[in-house]
């Protein structure tokens, strides 16, 4: 069964980034349309991940540090991180750039 952490602080971001190889991200917000648009859409691919690959999420408001650390300025933003670094970034309702991100990931997990 996949994890999915929703988290507030950047120990929590931290820890969890040290222990998984490879994780999803996501920052969204209660009142971001955008976010909305992408969400179906974003808990799809995830289904296409393997099990082992948890997601992590973060609202927007309530996330100071990540979002810093990150360089979050707008949301939704979706990213992938591999071995503690973020390796793709997608930082809009962009659904074709959300499934790219998805495929190389995808592509990085079963090569």
């Known amino acids: 069964m996949r994890e999915i952490f929703t988290i507030t602080t950047l120990e929590e971001y931290t820890s969890i980034t040290e222990k998984y190889k490879i ?3 996501k920052a969204s917000a209660e009142w971001c349309k955008p976010c909305k648009i ?16 948890p997601v992590i999420l ?6 100071k540090e990540i979002k810093r650390k990150l360089h979050i300025r707008s949301i939704p933003y979706v990213c992938s991180i591999i071995d503690g670094d973020v390796i793709d970034v ?3 309702a962009n659904k074709p750039a959300i499934k790219n991100l998805f495929s190389k990931l995808h592509n990085k997990i079963f090569k």
């Open 38 to 53: 992408i969400e179906d859409l974003f808990y799809e691919l995830v289904g296409g991940l393997p099990d082992n690959v």
């Open 58 to 63: 973060i609202d927007y408001d309530n996330s």
């Open 23 to 25: 994780l999803i991200f």
């Open 90 to 92: 997608v930082n809009s």
